[in-house]
């Protein structure tokens, strides 16, 4: 007798990649199919949010930088914006407890300029709240652009040199890297290895230009708010069957 029953891939979760980065895209499109106005996809999303990070942990991940807002999403509707940058607040009183009782930390990065005052206090908030835990670092990246994160790196390094406290010929991808935003994250977990990308678009949108030149990428049509653990699990499954070679052979 034949089998014609599909062999079903097993699950690969030998290496778990120490960073993720997660473009969470498809929150709008995800409340559209529902007939419900975009921000629904956004509330939807913490949820997605709060179950991928403790799956995370529960795998041994370090480090989960999330793209929570660019510097281009500004151009989106001012009613949207407004919602978006409230969602901290929200996070605050609905998740941060239960990611608390994680070991979760949370750390956010981006151009806080711009942020209004009660987004920056929930941020403020949750990382002081969060501190002094050791597991899964939940960094967000909010208000965050990767050029404007290079630009900056620049404009720092190229005063530091004429202040003399550094030469340009000190001027290493270590330095560079203790110059971008992500210094503030454990050394050997700065750059992902692995990013996510939902909701079937495939590129990086100014996310982590430095950190994730060699970056493992996974893309998936599933909308954010529809990813779950199990999705979590595919794209780690996925990681381990690709051979890192950072260049060599
Ligand atoms: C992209 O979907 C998603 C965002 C711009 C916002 C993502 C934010 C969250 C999931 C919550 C983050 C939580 C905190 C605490 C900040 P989209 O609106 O671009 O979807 P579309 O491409 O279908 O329109």
């Known amino acids: ?3 014609f029953k599909r ?4 699950e690969n979760l030998d290496k778990i990649p120490k960073h993720i980065g997660i473009i969470m895209d498809g929150n709008g499109r995800w409340a559209k199919k529902r007939f419900q106005p975009r921000v629904m996809g956004h509330k939807a999303g913490m949820d ?13 991940v370090k480090v989960l930088t999330v793209y929570a807002f660019s510097t281009e999403n500004w151009s989106r509707p001012e009613d949207e914006v407004a919602f978006i940058m409230n969602l901290p607040v929200e996070f605050f009183d609905k998740y941060v407890p239960k990611l608390h009782e994680n070991n979760v930390r949370i750390l956010t990065m981006g151009d806080n300029s711009r942020l209004p005052e009660a987004t ?11 501190k002094h835990n050791s597991g899964l670092i939940l960094n967000f990246a909010l208000n965050y652009g990767g050029r404007a994160e290079l630009v900056r790196a620049i404009s720092l390094i190229s005063q530091d040199v004429l202040d003399a406290k550094i030469n340009p010929d000190d001027i290493t991808e270590d330095l560079v890297s203790d110059y971008l935003l ?3 994250l454990p050394y050997l977990y700065r750059d992902p290895d692995l ?4 909701s079937g678009e495939l590129r990086l949108s100014n996310f982590l230009p430095w950190q994730t030149a060699y970056s493992e990428l996974y893309f998936t049509d599933v909308l954010w708010p529809d990813f779950n653990k199990s999705g979590l699990r595919s794209a780690i499954s996925e990681y381990n069957n690709r051979h890192r070679r950072f260049g060599g052979v």
């Open 195 to 198: 990013v996510i990308r939902t």
């Open 48 to 60: 997605a949010l709060q179950d991928v990070t403790i799956q995370a942990s529960e795998l041994g």
């Open 1 to 3: 007798m034949f089998n």
């Open 120 to 130: 920056l206090e929930a941020l403020k908030k949750a990382v002081e709240k969060t």
């Open 7 to 10: 062999k079903m891939k097993a």
């Open 182 to 184: 992500t210094n503030q």
